[in-house]
């Protein structure tokens, strides 16, 4: 049997952060003791530990996105790149690409504050989320074996932000109609961002100016996507992945 848990947290009524694990029952309160020491680097007021019993067969998914990375100069050439990718390798036009990534840079929020989800946009260029404020999350996935994956990819210089981000990209671009995933990290002082697309999770390196503490994700979907499965897939469907592409 597994289990869901999940770690929010705030400060002043506002999402600082959050962090998920899928495990055995038996592994409950190690795993609840790994996520708040993590959450302890944070400055917040209120923290809620949620865990569910997950009564839905997982899909199981052998191997994750391929890793890949790219340093540049300064986050603008790194923008240039997504965006040329995206150009190259889906049907949305750039200029629209660009005007929702500069939204993330700004707040994509109505009040221009951060998200607590993603923005979802199709190759036509609507915006399709279903609350402009919340966006949708994706949740419930991890790795079958989260500790041997993540020494693994310690042992190749990545960190354990790369665990995370890598089981979430992975889970989105499985779902057959969501094409490219665009990612920043709302954390001021982490500027590594990456671009998920045509079976690879490609980390950017810078992809935000230091000191910026907006951030967010784009989902970009195909025209015919009906957004409730779309929603249902990403908030709903667990999912564990097997190993890492190498």
Not at 96 to 122: C, F, Q
Not at 148 to 175: C, H, P, S, W
């Amino acid at each position: 049997m597994l289990y869901s848990i999940k770690v929010r947290t705030s400060l002043e009524g506002k999402h600082i952060s959050g962090a998920e694990r899928i495990t055995t029952k038996e592994n409950i309160p190690s795993v609840v003791e790994n996520l708040l020491k993590r959450q302890n680097r944070r400055n917040f007021d209120f923290s809620n530990v949620k865990i569910e019993k997950i009564t839905k067969k997982p899909i199981i998914i052998e191997k994750s996105l391929k890793i890949k990375t790219f340093e540049f100069k300064n986050y603008k050439k790194a923008v240039d790149f997504a965006l040329k990718l995206l150009e190259e390798k889906t049907n949305i036009d750039i200029q629209t690409a660009k005007k929702y990534i500069n939204l993330l840079y700004e707040g994509a929020s109505p009040d221009k504050s951060n998200m607590r989800g993603a923005i979802i946009v199709n190759e036509k260029g609507e915006r399709l989320e279903k609350d402009k404020f919340r966006g949708v999350r994706t949740v419930l996935v991890d790795f079958v074996n989260r500790e041997f994956i993540t020494q693994k990819l310690l042992e190749k210089g990545y960190t354990e932000r790369t665990v995370d981000a890598l089981a979430l990209a992975t889970k989105n671009l499985n779902y057959k109609n969501l094409i490219a995933e665009f990612c920043i990290s709302d954390d001021e002082d982490y500027t590594t961002g990456y671009i998920a697309i045509n079976g690879e999770y490609i980390r950017l390196k810078p992809l935000k100016p230091y000191g910026l503490n907006k951030g967010g994700r784009i989902y970009f979907v195909k025209n015919e996507t009906n957004i409730d499965e779309l929603y249902d897939y990403l908030e709903n469907t667990p999912v564990l992945i097997e190993d890492i592409d190498e």
